[in-house]
């Protein structure tokens, strides 16, 4: 590096120890070079010091302490920009610490960032309310802004004039913030701070249900307004919760109540669906570079090495080029095509930014960093070969690091045609008079890193860039995320902590209960029993966490009402003096039915068990409770319930370690979390612990004793006609019907013409409901069990994230039925859901579908999360038509008599399985075991094979299409100028491939749109197929191309026509036929009818001077 422009006296006291040195003896040779090394050091420093001085803190805001985006910006402050200039100036500041005298410029520097980092934090409790009104509902009115005055700290653009919802800057952020303070910065003063800070981590806790505008500031690739879900937002959200989690912001010296908490398992939600959506970006991006830093510095979000080589190696093969790293493909920001004038583009307009996006070096900086951390000399020595020709210098002959290089508009065909032929210009920012301050304080970081000044523990003191089990033990009353090294890695069981050992305790709900359990051998214990731990249900702990972050003169209310998850159940919580132990959700007797089947618990206790296993990153063992109520003991399935609890003592759960026992043994090896906030919150709690059971004696001895539930079954009529009859008419024949079916139908009526508060016999209809609903559990009769919460417009709890887990699997979801369908293509708030569900469309087709199209979506959300194989070939799960598959599959495979709506919740879930697993048993004649509650016809069906037709119809239903199905419509539209048409439906040449790329989710969910408006899913299938034959005969005929529309629906009529012509049938509107002929014949005909649609003229005309067509 190029040494200070003039002499400091401590450079002429260098050469004079550097003199005084040259008469040593050969004994003080070491302390020599020692000395010699020391010199050369500092003067190194002193450069880096020089240039922060002239490129970073002349621009720094007097006032706030934030920096502009540019240098020549004297208005706007930049967050993104001013984090990366605080964190370059903090790593100069970690640099200078290294040598004892540094006269000064160390506290200077350190005082410089936190000035920065106070900055920021002071613009942003500005937008107090903000925080609070996007806790509530996510809405990007609400975000926190990510730009402010220079001076002020006002707003300068209003949220719909910019994409503010960035939740990748918050992250970022609280990132540094928690480095910074842990190498001794003092950035937080009070504890009004504190309590902000705590809310920003509500701020991005959520960030896996987010849909944000992402590092560039615009969202979708089309540049259209619209915000995505990001990788990289939630990347950085995971590392950021992960490393703040357990964080004291006063540093070493502050109380207990000015630490930071995280729920751990929003913290799993962001890295199950971080982890879920890469290597790919987000819907319109497959890859994008932001993602880079997310990776890698500053985030390493993720140790995953398969997940981190992959989406690696796709940004550096496809965005990498001469001058740095495009952003991601067809990105017009800064090429000369770009209109600067427009805030959107026009529709297809990213098209034309094909080819010649610009290139960004600051990327070549971050692949230096990584070089660096991974110790790859050889990445770090290529990268600082590429980036060397790209710098520029100022007059003081520091470097300059443009923002990026465009194609000149001279040269933009040529480039096209040839990509990486031909040079390219630096951006007006990034020069010597108006400085990139985002590349100039990572090229700071980076030449102190390869200067050997600066090591990359003090540039990442937590140690993010190891694995959680490789960082330095936290000490403390704080849970940490540090799992012991015990991971064991397969193909099916990628990072499970093979050697962790799930700690159970089994908690009776009564003595009785109790002492029949132990009859079998199973040792329980009593909420007595285990006192002085108490035994909560998670409800109690919300209204706990609600008291985290409030502060009424900030106007924030603290942890929103969030349920606490399966691992934050896991832990064991110290609460104002007393010790509690959560039971999982799934043990809470919630309103909606699915708690009343015991089949079903039992597979989510497995589940939970499972769950915990595969996803606790904490230090400390998890510790789950398992309930047990005495109302499971009526229930037909109680015996599995016993088996199950036999295999835990067992000490394995299907191959998970469990060690079950008394919970006083268990804490000492548990995850304590200690919730010390509350010690200084004068609060009276109502807390509601888990109640024992009384009882005069201790009774049952045996399941002989029990009380059975009875298998209780009527017979079904409708009273569909009494929808016309007046109310006095309803309420007698009410009085004469005994069934509970009946009279869940009429009530039904009584309730939407009347009310729930219309009195019968001096009861309102609402308790009668409710009554009846009671009865029917009970009984377990599940088809009035259904209709009953339907009217009463129950909802499934928490079923926001499973929808959300779908969406972020690149799937849509759709509810409802027909014209009336809702499609999902975004999370949606758990406000939203009654309106979804209960919707007057939905209660018209058929009442009990609004709570059985909720369970369904729940199983969905469970099953894509753990079996995602199964949801292979299906991009729009459409609820209603996956019911009717199930329906279908029932009836007309099974000839059973039973209704889907009439099947306990575990039956649906086996049924939904066996459904979503068609390809992998529907051609097999013997088949496995599936599910021994399922129905008998079920059972007496399974080893039928399933005709054509049947499984046409199945794969229909559930919209399921084959390998590079959406690749071969994209090819099929290059050569088809005119479209596609289907249904009455055109699907356009243009602007669909101008403005989408074949692998692009959003190109696949447009044809999806299409195929939607088919009413008959073996119509469907075949229509499927019909592509698949199209595409296969262009594929072999490359010069082939549709002069006119492809009209899908007459292909098939003439197919159809061949058809029953070869087979001496008359025509028919009946294509029953067609659709159970095999794969092979229906693929022969449909060619046939293809190359006879092309023969009409419906081709280029080079084939009609004589080229033959291949299709064979």
């Known amino acids: 590096m190029d040494p200070a422009s003039s002499d400091s006296p401590d450079d002429n006291q260098t050469r004079e120890r550097q003199r005084s040195a040259s008469g040593c003896t050969d004994t003080d040779a070491d302390v020599h070079l020692r000395v010699i090394c020391y010199d050369e050091t500092v003067r190194k420093l002193d450069h880096y010091y020089g240039i922060v001085k ?36 903090w790593s100069l500041f970690q640099a200078y610490r290294r040598i004892d005298d540094d006269r000064g410029k160390a506290y200077e520097l350190g005082q410089s960032c936190v000035k920065c980092m106070r900055g920021i934090l002071t613009c942003w409790m500005r937008q107090c309310e903000h925080v609070e009104s996007f806790k509530k509902g996510q809405n990007p009115k609400f975000a926190l802004h990510a730009k402010f005055h220079l001076l002020t700290g006002e707003e300068v653009i209003s949220s719909e004039e910019y994409g503010h919802l960035q939740i990748d800057i918050v992250s970022l952020y609280l990132l540094f913030l928690v480095q910074m303070i842990t190498s001794g910065l003092q950035i937080i003063y009070t504890m009004d701070e504190v309590t902000f800070v705590q809310n920003l981590v509500y701020y991005v806790e959520r960030a896996y249900r987010t849909p944000d505008f992402g590092m560039w500031e615009r969202g979708s690739k089309y540049n259209n307004g619209t915000p995505e879900l990001h ?56 890859v994008d570079v932001s993602l880079l830093c997310a990776i890698s510095f500053p985030a390493f979000a993720t140790h995953d090495q398969m997940l981190y080589s992959k989406t690696r190696n796709q940004i550096v093969s496809l965005l990498e080029g001469k001058h740095g790293f495009k952003r991601f493909h067809r990105d017009g920001y800064g090429t000369v095509l770009e209109d600067n004038k427009r805030r959107y583009y026009h529709i297809a307009e990213t098209k034309v930014f094909e080819k010649i996006e610009c290139e960004w070096p600051l990327f070549f900086l971050f692949m230096i960093i990584e070089g660096m951390f991974k110790g790859n000399e050889e990445q770090v020595e290529q990268y600082k070969n590429k980036l060397k020709p790209l710098v520029k210098r100022d007059k003081w002959g520091d470097p300059v690091v443009p923002k990026y290089y465009y194609v000149h508009r001279d040269q933009v065909n040529l480039e096209r045609s040839e990509p990486g032929s031909q040079g390219r210009q630096p951006s007006s920012e990034g020069n010597p008079r108006n400085l990139f301050l985002w590349g100039q304080s990572v090229w700071i970081i980076a030449s102190l890193l390869m200067d050997g000044l600066l090591h990359i523990n003090e540039l990442d003191i937590i140690r993010r860039h190891l694995p959680s089990y490789n960082r330095p033990r936290k000490g403390g009353r704080y849970s940490a995320f540090q799992r012991t090294r015990y991971m064991k890695e397969s193909k099916k069981n990628r990072g499970t902590a093979s050697d962790l050992v799930v700690q159970v305790v089994l908690i009776a709900e009564s003595m009785r209960l109790q002492a029949m359990m132990a009859t079998y051998g199973i040792q329980t214990q009593t909420p007595h029993e285990v006192e002085p731990v108490q035994i909560w249900p998670p409800r109690e702990l919300v209204k706990v966490y609600q008291n985290l972050g409030v502060s009424e003169k900030l106007g924030l209310q603290g942890r929103p009402t969030r ?130 059971l009384q009882h005069a004696s201790i009774g049952y001895q045996s399941l002989t004793d029990v009380p059975r539930a009875i298998t209780y079954s009527e017979d079904s009529m409708s009273f569909k006609d009494m929808e ?135 199983y969905c959300g469970k099953l894509i999360a753990t079996h995602t194989h199964l949801f292979n070939g299906i991009l729009n799960i459409r609820v209603g038509w996956v019911i009717k598959a199930m329906t279908y599959y029932l009836h007309d495979v099974c000839h059973s008599k039973e209704t889907v709506e009439g099947l306990a919740p575990s039956e649906v879930r086996r049924l939904l399985v066996k459904v979503l697993s068609l390809d992998e048993w529907a051609q097999q004649e013997n088949q496995a075991k599936w599910g021994s509650s399922m129905t008998t016809a079920l059972h007496r069906r399974r080893e039928v094979r399933l005709t054509p037709q049947q499984i046409r119809v199945i794969d229909g239903c559930l919209g399921r299409t084959p390998k590079r199905f959406y690749e071969k419509v994209f090819n099929i539209l290059r050569k ?92 028919t509107d009946d294509a029953s036929t067609f659709y159970n002929a095999s794969h092979v014949v229906v693929s022969s005909y449909l060619a046939r009818a293809v190359v006879n649609f092309m023969l009409t003229g419906d ?14």
């Not at 081709?1099 to 064979?1112: A, H, N, P, Q, Y």
């Open 231 to 286: 990788a990289s937002s939630i990347g950085l959200a995971k590392a950021a919760l992960e490393a703040i989690n357990g964080c004291n912001l006063f540093g070493e010296k502050g109380a207990s109540w000015s630490v930071i908490f995280v729920d751990i398992d929003a913290h799993n939600r962001n890295r199950s669906i971080f982890e879920t959506l890469l290597p790919r970006e987000s819907s319109s991006k497959n």
């Open 724 to 858: 016309l009859q007046p109310t006095h008419e309803v309420i007698n024949v009410l009085r004469s019907v005994s069934t509970l079916h009946g009279q869940t139908q009429l009530l039904g009526i009584l309730l939407r013409r009347e009310g729930p508060d219309f009195q019968i016999d001096g009861h309102p209809v609402g308790e009668r409901v409710l009554a009846l609903l009671s009865q029917a559990s009970s009984l377990r009769y599940w088809r009035t069990v259904r209709e009953c919460t339907a009217l009463l417009s129950k909802e499934v709890e928490s079923i926001s994230p499973y929808i959300t887990t779908v969406l972020v699997s690149g799937k849509q979801l759709t509810v409802g039925y027909g014209k009336d369908e809702v499609l999902l293509d975004r999370p949606v708030q758990p406000g939203g859901i009654h309106d979804l569900f209960y919707n007057a469309s939905l209660q018209t087709h058929n009442v009990v579908q609004a709570v059985l199209q909720q369970e369904v979506v729940l």
């Open 1099 to 1112: 081709m280029r005309s080079e084939i009609e001077e004589g080229l033959t067509c291949k299709v064979s």
């Open 563 to 692: 349920p606490i998850g399966a691992l934050g159940t896991s832990k064991i919580y110290r609460v104002c003096g007393q010790t509690v132990l959560c039971y999982p959700l799934v043990f809470e007797v919630s309103d909606f039915y699915l708690s009343h089947d015991m089949a079903l618990l039992i597979d989510d206790i497995k589940s939970e068990l499972h769950f915990v296993g595969k996803y606790w990153r904490l230090s400390g063992r998890p510790t789950v409770c398992v309930l047990i109520r005495e109302e499971h003991m009526r229930d037909i399935h109680f015996r599995e319930l016993l088996d199950l609890l036999a295999q835990l003592k067992t000490g394995y759960c299907d191959g998970l370690k469990v060690r079950t026992g008394r919970l006083q043994n268990l804490i000492s090896s548990s995850c304590i979390e200690h919730l010390d906030f509350m010690s200084a919150l004068d609060i009276d709690l109502d807390i509601k612990p888990f109640e024992q």
């Open 976 to 1067: 088809t100028p005119l479209g596609v048409r289907l249904c009455d439906q055109l699907l356009p040449q243009h602007p669909t491939i101008s403005e989408m790329s074949s692998g692009e989710l959003n190109f696949a969910l447009t044809v999806q749109s299409l195929l939607n408006h088919i009413q008959h899913p073996e119509y469907r299938q075949i229509v499927v197929e019909l592509f698949s034959v199209v595409a296969t005969i262009l594929e072999r005929n490359p010069e082939l191309k549709f002069l006119h529309v492809l009209n899908l629906d007459q292909i098939f009529k003439d197919a159809f026509k061949m058809f029953l012509k070869d087979h001496g049938r008359e025509w």
């Open 54 to 89: 002239r490129q970073l803190l002349q621009n720094q805001s007097i006032s706030l302490g934030i920096f502009p985006s540019t240098s020549q910006d004297h208005r706007v402050g930049d967050v993104r920009t001013s984090i990366y200039c605080a964190a370059s100036i």
